[in-house]
């Protein structure tokens, strides 16, 4: 069905879930955990802390932390975290089979050393990771990829590009029953390749990779709050994920990658990736569907291709949202700082009901 722009003011859905999400810890945690909380039913917590997740019972610690953090926000019950393991150079194959057992851990990242926040202990060489890998194919455990390569030499706009054809596809030549999300793509070349694979291969989208293109980072001067990593490309690229995310293919879920940082970590000389979309997540992911004319193509983004791919039964609750205008936060607590959301102090058009 092909809904006109602005057609409907108000649409209910399953209970989304977010594939795709930094809590961080401490009280930065307290101070944003019930904006992701009250809204999705469960996520997929990303593992790259200061010190990251890299065996079970790390995860099950971070797991209680959060739990511990909705509980108090009085939102226990409705929402799951699904963990990770960080995947290193030294992941054994027992690793991955105390997380396989500990049945909180539904996926492990890799993080090429150097590509992003907190990834100096990814991993190096592939080389290294595939007893861990072999493993993980064999019980059929995801791997979750930051899809960049990390040689400077490569130009920033390309290393998602690069990524797909020096890494990715040798990867999947010697691990052909590896399920793997390649996470917040932003390119049309990812597209298509994610697009043309079987149903063990699937993608997050990010909102912000669907509302911006690379233009916003330099809008009348230098602007840190739209910097993420991987970066926003051109409108090409922009188009290509909207056409995707809306287009009903399964092979693509929501990921929203928000992504906190303190406020003076990102306004800053050398600022931090990153950009906390949690405030206002499902509502611009509703803008960019409803851009299109495609609300109808929401619910199988939000809340069915995702839990679908990881095996999970869908939600049962439902979420509302209506067309009615709000300011986004200019400032959240976090911790002894502040951070600054994804379009702060603007208005929104969707509202959570
Ligand atoms: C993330 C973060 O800050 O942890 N930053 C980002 O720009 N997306 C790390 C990541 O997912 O790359
Ligand atoms: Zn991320």
Known sequence: MAMRKGELDSITIT??????LHLRDGAALMDIVSYSAAVFGRAIIMPNLKKPIIKAAQAWGYYETIRAAVKYHGLGLNFEPLMTLYLTDSTTPADIREAKASKLVYGVKLYPAGATTNSENGVTQMKYAAPALAEMEKIGMPLLVHGEVTDPAVDIFDRE???????????????????????????KEAVQFVRGERSHVGATITA????????????????????????????????????????????FFLGTDSAPHAKGAKEAACGCAGCFTAPAALELYVEAFDSMGKLDKLEGFASHHGADFYGLPRNTGTVTLVREAWKVPDEVSFGDNVVVPFRAGEMMQWKMQ
């Open 208 to 251: 912000h990779h669907l509302l911006e293109n690379r233009n916003a980072i330099f809008k009348g001067g230098i602007r840190p709050h739209y910097y993420c990593l991987p970066i926003l490309k051109r409108e090409v690229h922009r188009q290509a994920l909207v056409e995707a995310a809306t287009s009903g293919d399964t092979h």
């Open 161 to 187: 590009q690069v990524f797909i054809d020096k890494v990715l596809i040798p990867l999947m030549i010697r691990f052909p029953f590896l399920r793997i999300v390649m996470e917040h793509i932003t390119t």
């Open 15 to 20: 209970r989304p879930d977010d594939m795709h």
